[in-house]
Structures are given as structure tokens and as C-alpha cells.
């Protein structure tokens, strides 16, 4: 392991704590190591985990009472983050919906109000030094307090296997479940608006996910027969009601995650381009979002105009990549949230969608005339009503036609 004489002095660290066995290890790494006291903070993010046990296991670890912040954030994770991300109809290289990304600054920024709170002069956390998440964690701690000491012990120490981090909690007194004592064949992250896995069995591109790894969605092939119709409704953007009920943000997205659960919903295979540069396999699976996009964009077409609507589609992947590579707290996405938020001043009204065997289909919209801009006067072909002279496109094609004709003629 690296000399203590290399570390700064830390008396105080908040760590990012799960229960698991990583975590675990890194708390009592930090105690042994760096000879500081720890203070662990647990995000309800809606893993669907009961998160009450990390409680006793921080206490076996010596973490003072307290010191052990167990918080609720799933209101404010939907709707300060999930809900304006959808806003912008966000999918990072056209398929993934962001939804480890959206968590982290959530709780970079908890867990630097929690350190502000406490006295603590650093915080640490447990991802490692291959993938996004160390990225993400260290840019919002970093946005939120400059002068943070960040401490990131699986780019420091040398228990960089499952035996050797096993071997530690043991000499530890640090309990491991029996199925942490073999090699996990995958690992997963989880919270209200998405399940990630990777690793292990997933590591072959060619190789089919195995059944076995979906969790959160059924088999589109054994999903019910008869198709399910819901509708959403939408105010100023966002979903606040299903099936005429209103609903809390997140009691929203967890109705809508029980759903395409149901119908196999959400199911998604990528090879994506990590921001550290390599690329990896995932799976997710992402049932209430996936519902939620094609809703969103739905109510979109109806009520956004049509400059408006491209302009979004012309951002949406570089606001997409910003919240992908741990740029919340930027500048440059602070100024997109404020143009897309400006977008959907109007975007009220009614969606209906069937929901069938792995798909989620808009088959119906509707929003009072106030926010409506489509007319049907305007586009029937029964023109008796004379909302638009068919004639007048013959000098709308003419003079769109025109440099396309001067070209033709110069090139001939």
C-alpha cells in the first residue's frame, strides 16, 4: 500500500457508503489508513433496497451515531434531476437515458452539504479508477467546494482483486456474505429511474444478455397478451398525473416503472464511449423512462412549435453528453436547462399510450386550445373551410426552388 507520508492529513472524511462489501472496506481502509474518523452518508435514490441495515453496519465499524446519514432523496431526485433531464428528452449517444449519470451530482451535492455540516475536510467515494462515476462524483464535489480534499482509494490502494478485498475484510473482523466470496458475474446500480449492469458475463459484445441479469422489467415474450392503455398528463413540461390520479414526482416515475415492468419495458443493449475513452458493454433497463420519453415527446407535438422543437433535438445530445460526463453543475448546462425549461411554458396536455409486449406506443394526444397548435382546419383534406390556399404553395416551392435552379444551371 502507498506510504501514509503521501497522503494528505485528513481528520474528518464523509464517504459515500452502500453496505456493501466495497464500501465496507473502504470505510475501515480510510479508519486504518488515513487514521481519520469516517462519516458515512446512504442515499435512498429508490434502489428498492432496505437501506436500514447500513445503519448497524456503520455502527460495527465504530461510525459514531451520529455520523451515519441515511437520507431520503427521492422526490428530490426526480424532480430536481430525472424531470428536467426529460424536459430535454435526453438520450446520450441516441439510446441511453442517463440514468446513473442524473444520480450522481445528487449526491455529490448531499454529500458536500453533509461534510459542511459535520466539519469534515474531505470526502471519498467507492467507484473505481476505470469508469465514469469517479469522473462524475469528483467534478460535482469539485463544483460545490473547490478546496475539497477528494480521496478515491481504488486509485490508491492495491486490494485491486476480489480475493485480496476479501482477505482484508476478514483480517477486519469485516462480515462477507457467502455470494461475495466468489467472483460476481456482474455488477449492478440501481434507483428509481434505471438498473445498470455490467461486467463479468456482459463483457462479451456478441454474447445475449443472460435472463438472469434483468431485474427490473419481465420478458417481453411472457408480458400479458392484451395490450395496456394509460395516459399521462403533462403541465409545463412535466408528467403530473397518470390515469387522471396526481401524482408526486416520484411516486409518478415508480407508478410508471410498475407498469413497464409488466410489458417488458425499457430493455436496453449498448456499447457506449465512456468519457475516461474506452468503450464498454452495458444493460439497463429503464421501464417508467422509457414510457415517460415517448409521452413527453408525444404532448411535444402538439404544443412546441416547430423551430422550437428542432432547435431541442439540435442540442438535446450535446446537453445529453454534459450529464453523461459529470457536467451538471456547469455553466454550459445551466444555460441549456434555462432555454429547454423556456420550451416547455406550454407543453400541457394529454397523452395516451399502449403499452404491449416490450413497446410503448403514443397512440393518442390531445391539449386544450390554449396550448395547442395543431388545427386541424388548417391540415384536413376536406378544404371546405379555406384555412389554407393550396396556392399559395406554388410560390413558397419557387422560391425555395430558386438557388437549387441557378445551381442546376451554373453546373450543367
Request: proline share 4%.
Amino acid at each position: 500500500m502507498a506510504e501514509k507520508i503521501n497522503r494528505p492529513e485528513i481528520k474528518k472524511v464523509v464517504l459515500a457508503y452502500s453496505g456493501g462489501l466495497d464500501t465496507s472496506v473502504i470505510l475501515k481502509w480510510l479508519q486504518v489508513e488515513y487514521g481519520c474518523e469516517v462519516v458515512t452518508f446512504t442515499a435512498d435514490l429508490g434502489q428498492g433496497e432496505e437501506l436500514e441495515p447500513v445503519r448497524g453496519k456503520a455502527q460495527m465499524a465504530g461510525v459514531k451515531d451520529e455520523h451515519i446519514f441515511i437520507d431520503d432523496l427521492r422526490e428530490e431526485f426526480v424532480r430536481d434531476y430525472v424531470f428536467p433531464m426529460f424536459r430535454a428528452n435526453a438520450v446520450y449517444e441516441g439510446l441511453y437515458l442517463l440514468g446513473t449519470s442524473i444520480a450522481r451530482p445528487l449526491i455529490s451535492k448531499r454529500q458536500i452539504e453533509i461534510a459542511h455540516q459535520v466539519g469534515a475536510d474531505a470526502v471519498a467515494h467507492g467507484a473505481t479508477g476505470k469508469g465514469n462515476d469517479q469522473v462524475r462524483f469528483e467534478l460535482g464535489y469539485y463544483a460545490l467546494d473547490p478546496d475539497i480534499t477528494v480521496i478515491a482509494p481504488w486509485r490508491e490502494w492495491d486490494l485491486t482483486s476480489r480475493t485480496r478485498l476479501i482477505e482484508f475484510a476478514e483480517a477486519h473482523q469485516i462480515p462477507v456474505s457467502k455470494d461475495k466470496r466468489g467472483e460476481a458475474p456482474f455488477s449492478t446500480d440501481a434507483n428509481l429511474l434505471h438498473t445498470s449492469s455490467e461486467g463479468k458475463v456482459l463483457e462479451d459484445p456478441w454474447e445475449e444478455t443472460p435472463d438472469y441479469v434483468y431485474s427490473r422489467t419481465d420478458n417481453p415474450e411472457d408480458a400479458p397478451d392484451t395490450p395496456h392503455y394509460v395516459e399521462i398528463d403533462f403541465e409545463h413540461g412535466d408528467a403530473v398525473a397518470v390515469d387522471g390520479e396526481a401524482l408526486s414526482p416520484a411516486s409518478l416515475l415508480a407508478k410508471l416503472n410498475d407498469l413497464g415492468k409488466m410489458h417488458g419495458i425499457g430493455r436496453l443493449d449498448l456499447v457506449e464511449n465512456r468519457f475516461v475513452g474506452m468503450k464498454s458493454r452495458g444493460m439497463y433497463e429503464t421501464p417508467g423512462g422509457t414510457i415517460l420519453l415517448a409521452a413527453h415527446r408525444g404532448i411535444e407535438q402538439l404544443t412546441l412549435d416547430r423551430g422550437a422543437m428542432h432547435l431541442k433535438d439540435e442540442l438535446m445530445p450535446r446537453y445529453a453528453e454534459l450529464i453523461y460526463n459529470g457536467l451538471w453543475f456547469s455553466p454550459e448546462r445551466e444555460m441549456l436547462q434555462a432555454a429547454i425549461d423556456h420550451s416547455q411554458k406550454d407543453v400541457t396536455g394529454t397523452v395516451r399510450l399502449k403499452l404491449y409486449k416490450g413497446s410503448a406506443d403514443v397512440v393518442g394526444r390531445k391539449a386544450d386550445v390554449a396550448y395547442n397548435l395543431y388545427s386541424q382546419d388548417v391540415v384536413t383534406f376536406e378544404d371546405d373551410a379555406g384555412a389554407y390556399d393550396q396556392r399559395d404553395a406554388e410560390g413558397f416551392i419557387k422560391l425555395n426552388a430558386l438557388r437549387l435552379r441557378l445551381l442546376g444551371r451554373r453546373t450543367r
